[in-house]
């Protein structure tokens, strides 16, 4: 068996490490610098952190944070259309999730001879175009280190995964300032969906001991940090840890893959616009309560990286003991678990099992294969 991994070039860590961007024009001699943002960022002043170091560069840019959260394809194209008439030579994303993905997605298609739809049909056409920076404010969903960016389809009511190598960002920056005042909730929701991946990844069909060296060290960062990092904002030394777990998650996903856990979320967001951590929380532990019979051995070999002081339990009490765990951090970080807060109701389970099982791309990853009367089941628990 052969396996491979593929993660930015360069990645600066650290509280203030955004100054590393100096050197990073200076080294691609970028004259005009292309930034994603959103306006919630921007309000925030953390765009301004970034803005000062490009003017005291002497260094043009323009800014486009008309970015809809949880984008659709089309919300992307209508950027791209602002961003085609603009020039520049790098690109540099500071945001969340949907803030780099739409960045990554302008790096393959600026001045590109294909759109955003032919890569939701064919996403090897993608070729990269100009190179990325990507500086994240939150600490979970680990697309600075991916090469996928997942977007709403609206017409099929669901998400959809663009994946290609092209989209590996060239540079990181995990500058910890960046979460320092973030809201509890995004904690939550960014941490368990970073957890979500850690997870996911090392039990996954396609791990390989590359995948699974990232997975693991995310894992012990993230179980350790992600309670402290909740409920004391001021503790810096668990919200940094839960940053560098959250991108060794997404580097993780380069080498292995999410399973079912993100298969079944992505019918919550496209429809509902449940917030893709947020629906991660609410079917994680019942995902891997169905997959514990399947990967048990591969639960308990985390657990051990993990939790090494409960070496002497057997392989079925740690992987219980995992989905426990995952069980308690969801309930300890308030993330509300039942889909009828969100409006979804009794009547939307056929939509959701159809949308669910054709999640393909996720659902082959997954260790235990998933019937239709199994994404059901799964559901149904969550639909108290």
Known sequence: MSYQIKIPSCIFGGAGSIENVKAVIEKENAKKVIIFTDKGIRSTGLLDL???????????????????????????????????????????????????????????????????????????????????????????????????????????????GIVNDSMIPDYVVLDSNMIRKLPKSIVAATGVDALAHVVECFTSKKAT??????????????????????????????????????????????????TAVHALSYPLGGKYHIAHGVSNAILFAHVM???????????????????????????????????????????????????????????????LVDAGSKQQRLLVNNMKELSLDDIRNIYLKVLK
């Open 50 to 160: 970034l803005t000062d170091i490009l003017e005291e560069n002497k260094t043009e840019y323009q800014v486009f944070d008309d970015l809809a959260c949880e984008p659709s394809y089309q919300d992307v194209e209508k950027v791209m259309k602002e961003v085609e008439n603009t020039s520049g030579d790098l690109i540099i994303a500071i945001g969340g999730g949907s803030v780099m993905d739409a960045a990554k997605l302008c790096c393959v298609l600026k001045d590109a001879d294909y759109t955003i739809k032919d890569l939701l049909n064919d996403p090897m056409l993608a070729k990269k175009q100009i190179k990325t920076v990507m500086i994240p404010t939150t600490c979970g969903t680990g697309s600075e280190a991916t090469c996928n960016a997942i977007v709403a389809v609206p017409e099929e009511q669901s998400k959809k």
């Open 209 to 258: 001991p590359f995948s699974d060296t990232y997975a693991a060290a995310g894992a012990k960062l993230i179980f350790h940090n992600i309670r402290e990092a909740y409920n004391n904002p001021d503790n810096m030394e668990a919200k940094s840890n839960m940053m560098t777990g959250a991108f060794y998650g997404g580097v993780a996903i380069t080498g292995s893959g999410t």
């Open 289 to 351: 309560e169905f997959n514990k019979d399947a990967c048990s051995k591969r639960l308990a070999i985390l657990c051990d990286a993990v939790y090494p002081e409960l070496a002497g339990k057997s392989e079925d009490e740690k992987a219980q003991y995992m989905i426990d765990q995952i069980a308690d951090i969801v309930k300890v970080t308030n993330i509300p678990t039942d889909l009828k807060e969100f409006g979804v109701k009794p009547e939307d389970l056929d939509f």
